[in-house]
């Protein structure tokens, strides 16, 4: 893909959504942190949920080891893999008193030194919490790289590579918000919507799909 066809893709993404944003409830870094850490294998209506009531008696570190691993758990039991998870939070939430004074750290490698936080959850804590021009790839924007042809690579380090190499600055920021809900609402896994793609004329997908047949 050309560098023409990039920038018309993220400027029509732009037009729709100028101001674009995690759709993860959040007020703080921490919050935002834990609700990244939850959302591992788990929809964000499912982690938002949750943390709604999770987050009105526990919004800081340590308020969560106050609260305890088990009452933890119940908060987090209607989501997936919710015991790990809460055993990560107790965890990092330790971690962050302990050596980063409570406060959520504004660098990678200790966001990746925190149980539970991989380079994808790290790159979206930068990138929302802190506005670092990351762009987190997750397997929505695995696939619309892949399959528009707008950064293709054989995984996930490779594609964050190239959509950080290939997307014009004045993108990055806002680049992962855009993507991800592309391809949550419109290039969607099983079927995707090209009939009502905003950015169709530019994809190089070859196997666009018609409107689907009126009854």
């Known amino acids: 893909m050309n ?16 101001d674009p944003t995690t759709e993860l409830a959040y007020s703080t870094p921490f919050e935002l942190l834990v609700a990244v850490v939850l ?18 008696v526990a919004r800081t570190p340590a308020a969560i080891l106050t609260l305890g691993a088990e009452r933890l758990t119940d908060h987090i039991r209607t989501i997936g893999l919710y015991r790990t998870k809460a ?27 925190l149980p539970g936080v991989g380079r994808k959850t790290a790159n979206v804590v ?5 506005g670092e021009p990351t762009i987190a790839v997750d397997t929505h924007i695995f696939r619309v790289a892949n399959r ?6 054989k995984d996930v380090e490779e594609v964050e590579r190239r959509l950080l190499k290939f997307t014009p600055d004045e993108f990055k920021k806002n680049a992962h918000h855009w ?6 609402y419109v290039c969607k896994a099983r079927v995707p919507e090209c009939w009502r793609c905003p950015i169709v004329q530019w994809c190089e997908f070859r196997h666009k799909t018609p ?5």
């Open 39 to 56: 959302s591992a294998q788990a929809t964000d209506r499912s982690v938002n949920i949750a943390t709604k009531e999770l987050f009105k």
């Open 211 to 215: 409107a689907p047949a009126v009854a």
């Open 3 to 18: 560098p023409a066809k990039r920038r018309a893709i993220y400027k029509t993404l732009q037009a729709l959504n100028p």
């Open 148 to 153: 528009t042809n707008l950064a293709p690579g």
């Open 87 to 113: 055993a990560n939070v107790m965890r990092l939430s330790q971690i962050l008193i302990e050596q980063h004074g409570g406060k959520v750290p504004h660098v990678r490698e200790s966001l990746e030194a």
């Open 179 to 184: 993507l991800i809900l592309h391809g949550r």
């Open 126 to 130: 930068l990138n929302t919490a802190f």
